[in-house]
């Protein structure tokens, strides 16, 4: 069954005069529990991509559906509800709050769920504990290492159940070694269920997918499934 689904989806923005094609007719569906790396040069149109997939922006034209939802029907109230509710995300640069630790840190997505604070505390544990970094709970980032860093924000994107996790350079501002050691957490997580979907340059992280889509100059070019899967 399709998490998401792309249909002739283009993005435009003006600058100026001149209108910026920043995606043109792109088309692919992911299925559930599929484990995905989007990859391209530099204004390949990756960030826009992600930033549809994610409901942080809408297409100029064309549909994109998720968990068969069409985001044009869709308010910005409705888009935040449902961006809420169905995805996690996980940056390159954290995003974590510096005078919170990992746990309160982890709780956000579900303070804004409006969750009470006792099943905030439970749910946040437990997914620091799924990462590994249960003994770390009360360390605010600055106490923690680059890669744990990324382990919570990687519990924060589990700590609210979505469907679909998507990573934006989740290995650009570490080392190669905790790079592959955060990919490896990543792949668990897939192997558990989860549909994730990988943004990055680097081949040696689009090899720990199953597939990996191909931008160039805002089009589709590949759709290449490691041999042996789907």
Same mark, same amino acid.
């Given at each position: /069954?399709?998490?998401?689904?792309?249909?002739?989806?283009?993005?435009?923005?003006?600058?100026?005069?001149?209108?910026?094609?920043? =995606?043109?007719?792109?088309?692919?569906?992911?299925?559930?529990?599929?484990?995905?790396?989007? /990859? *391209?040069?530099?204004?390949?149109?990756?960030?826009? !991509?992600?930033?549809?997939?994610?409901? =942080?922006?809408?297409?100029?034209?064309?549909?994109?559906?998720?968990?068969?939802?069409?985001?044009?029907?869709?308010? $910005?109230?409705? !888009?935040?509800? &449902?961006?809420?509710?169905?995805?996690?995300?996980?940056?390159?640069?954290?995003? =974590?709050? %510096?005078?919170?630790?990992?746990?309160?840190?982890?709780? &956000?997505?579900?303070?804004?769920? *409006?969750?009470?604070?006792?099943?905030?505390?439970?749910?946040?544990?437990?997914?620091?504990?799924?990462?590994? &970094?249960?003994?770390?709970?009360?360390?605010? %980032?600055?106490?923690?290492?680059? *890669?744990?860093?990324?382990?919570? @924000?990687?519990?924060?994107? !589990?700590?609210?159940?979505?469907?679909? =996790?998507?990573?934006?350079?989740?290995?650009?501002? &570490?080392?190669? *070694?905790?790079?592959?050691?955060?990919?490896?957490?990543?792949?668990?997580?897939?192997?558990?269920?989860?549909?994730?979907?990988?943004?990055?340059? @680097?081949?040696?992280?689009?090899?720990?997918?199953?597939?990996?889509?191909?931008?160039?100059?805002?089009?589709?070019?590949?759709? $290449?499934?490691?041999?042996?899967?789907?």
């Amino acid at each position: /069954m399709s998490i998401l689904e792309t249909n002739n989806v283009s993005k435009q923005y003006q600058m100026g005069k001149v209108t910026v094609n920043a =995606l043109a007719g792109v088309d692919f569906n992911v299925e559930q529990s599929e484990f995905v790396a989007v /990859m *391209g040069p530099s204004g390949s149109g990756k960030s826009t !991509l992600m930033n549809i997939l994610g409901c =942080l922006d809408t297409p100029t034209q064309g549909c994109y559906r998720l968990g068969g939802t069409d985001v044009r029907d869709l308010d $910005d109230h409705q !888009l935040s509800r &449902l961006r809420n509710r169905e995805i996690g995300f996980i940056f390159q640069t954290f995003n =974590l709050l %510096p005078r919170a630790n990992a746990r309160q840190n982890v709780e &956000l997505p579900l303070v804004y769920a *409006g969750i009470a604070g006792a099943a905030r505390r439970r749910l946040a544990t437990s997914a620091l504990d799924r990462v590994g &970094l249960v003994d770390r709970t009360d360390h605010k %980032p600055n106490e923690l290492s680059g *890669g744990e860093r990324q382990r919570v @924000a990687i519990a924060r994107a !589990l700590v609210s159940d979505p469907s679909l =996790l998507l990573a934006d350079e989740p290995t650009g501002n &570490l080392d190669s *070694g905790t790079g592959e050691e955060i990919m490896r957490s990543l792949n668990r997580i897939w192997m558990e269920g989860r549909t994730v979907i990988v943004v990055t340059h @680097a081949e040696e992280i689009a090899r720990h997918t199953q597939r990996i889509l191909r931008l160039h100059d805002g089009a589709l070019v590949s759709d $290449d499934r490691r041999p042996g899967d789907g």
